[in-house]
């Protein structure tokens, strides 16, 4: 998405999850979040998102994210979609898209990298497994609960048809396709998180189904996440 000429790479924003722990304060509430959002109902903080709304921009301002003649700036923050009814509230209009992948894959590449979003659950696969549904079933309660303007995109349909979801991701945040997003391994902006490297490449299909070199070390976690695996569309081969 940044390499089109309207949309700024904001990479990883921790914005979202400091108004998470400022919002106590922000509101003026004794409750921690989510609970604070309750003093919404107040009619003294009616137009409280709005502030929340303006700490979040006001970051962005100050890191300088949204370039020249953007209109866009990404967040890809891990774990955003964790708040995502807050993002909802604060940003009603913000084209929400959500990348979509084998669980097994997910669980696989959170293990195998150690990653520390989520409570550190990457030291066990089963923690990692048990946080990713976790996660999954809050995205589900969010959209069975609020309007939102979401989007799930599969991971592995960008890789075999990269053009079709270009152009549908494009056109769902509103703008126009341009074909240097088909050619993003030439944008020569350095990303600031793990996949740096990968940005620098051309689109390939090595890490799809990465899974099933490993379908044995990850029978224990199998009968957890089958059933979001077929809700999600996919199977175990």
Not at 81 to 95: K, M, N, Q
């Amino acid at each position: 998405m940044s390499a089109h000429p309207q949309i700024s790479a904001g990479d990883e924003l921790p914005f979202v999850n400091e108004i998470t722990g400022s919002m106590p304060r922000m509101l003026n509430s004794p409750l921690g979040y989510p609970e604070a959002l309750a003093e919404l109902w107040m009619g003294d903080r009616c137009n409280a998102l709005d502030e929340l709304r303006d700490y979040y921009l006001q970051r962005v301002l100050q890191l300088g994210i949204l370039e020249p003649g953007a209109q866009w700036f990404t967040d890809k923050m891990p774990l955003n979609e964790t708040h995502l009814g807050l993002i909802a509230l604060i940003f009603p209009r913000a084209p929400l898209i959500h990348v979509l992948r084998h669980p097994l894959d997910v669980v696989l590449s959170v293990f195998s990298n150690h990653l520390t979003h989520g409570f550190y659950c990457s030291y066990a696969l089963e923690t990692a497994a048990r946080h990713y549904l976790r996660v999954m079933e809050l995205v589900e309660h969010y959209r069975g609960e609020m309007t939102l303007h979401y989007l799930p995109v599969r991971y592995e349909d960008m890789v075999d048809e990269q053009e079709e979801s270009v152009r549908r991701m494009l056109e769902f945040i509103g703008a126009p396709f341009d074909r240097s997003c088909l050619d993003f391994q030439e944008n020569r902006r350095y990303a600031r998180t793990a996949s740096y490297a990968q940005v620098t490449e051309r689109l390939y299909d090595s890490s799809r189904y990465r899974y099933r070199h490993y379908l044995k070390d990850l029978e224990p976690v199998i009968p957890l996440l089958e059933p979001m695996i077929r809700r999600l569309g996919y199977a175990i081969d």
